[in-house]
C-alpha cells in the first residue's frame, strides 16, 4: 500500500521531544521529509535527526526560537533551500507558565501568548508564500481542549489556545480558494514532559473527568495529526478535533 505522505515535507516546531517528536516520526513512517525545529540543537534533537534520517526520509533539525519573527523567516527561507518545499506545516512549539490570575506576572503572559500564539503567526506567515505558489498546504495547529473550554490557573495558556482556533478558522477562509487547509487539533490530557510536571493531585483529578479514563498518548495525537496532513483529509479544513477521550464533548 502507498505510503500516505510520500513525496511531501513537513515541517513542525518544537518536535525535539514529547508530542512534536512522535508526529515527525509518524510522518517519516509515512514517508515523508521532515524539517523540525526546536529551541537548541541539544542531545534530543540530534538523536531525532538520525532516527529519521534512519527510516529513509530527508530529516533535519534546526535550532530556532519560533517566538522571533526574524529567526522564523530565515529558519524557514533556509528549509526551502535544503527541502525545496513545505506542504505540511505543524505549529506544534508550546509552554505553559500556570498561576492564577492574582499571581500571574506580565512575563509570564506575554512568554506563554509570544511563545504559544505568536509562532502559530510566525512559522504560518513565513510558509504561505511557498504554499501560495504550488497551491497546496496543510496547516495544523496544536490547541488544546483548554482553549475551547478553560482552566482555572491557566488563563494565559487557555487565551493562547483559543487565539490559535481563531487565526485557524480565519486562515481556513483566508487560504482555502488556493487550496490551503488550516485546521487545529484539541489534545486533552496527554502524557508527555509537560504533563508530568504536574502534582499527583491535579494528575488524578484530570483523569477522573476522562470519561475514556486513561491519559492520551502522543501518538493518538500523531494519528489525528497524519490524516490533516494526508490527502485522506482533502475536504477538512477550518476545524478543530479534540483528542481527549470524550473529556471535552
Ligand atoms: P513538551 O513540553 O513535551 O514539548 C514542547 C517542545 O516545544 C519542547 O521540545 C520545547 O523545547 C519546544 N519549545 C518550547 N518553546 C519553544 C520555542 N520558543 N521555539 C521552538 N520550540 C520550543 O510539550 P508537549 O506536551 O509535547 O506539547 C506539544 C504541544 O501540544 C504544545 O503546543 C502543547 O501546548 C500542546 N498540548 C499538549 C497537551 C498535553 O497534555 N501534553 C494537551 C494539549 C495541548
Redesign the pocket.
Known sequence: MAKLLEGKTCLI??????????IALKMAIEGANVAF????RDE?MQTLEAELTNLGVQAKGYA?????FDVTQQTVTEILKDFGKVDVLV??????RDALLMRMSEEQWDLVL???LK?VFNFTKAVQNSMLKQKNGSIIN??????VSGNAGQSN?SA??AGIIGFTKSIAKELGSRNIRCNA???????????AKLSEDVKTEWLKQIPMKR??T?ED?ANVVLFLASDLSAYVSGQVINVCGAMNT
Open positions: 516546531t518544537g518536535a525535539a521531544r514529547g508530542i512534536g517528536r512522535s525545529t526546536d529551541i537548541s534530543n530556532s526560537d519560533a517566538s522571533k505549529n506544534n512549539a508550546g509552554i505553559t509570544t511563545v504559544n509562532s496544536l490547541s488544546s481542549v483548554v482553549g495558556y493562547s489556545k487539533i484539541a489534545p486533552g490530557f496527554i502524557v508527555t514532559e509537560m504533563t491519559g492520551g502522543t495525537v
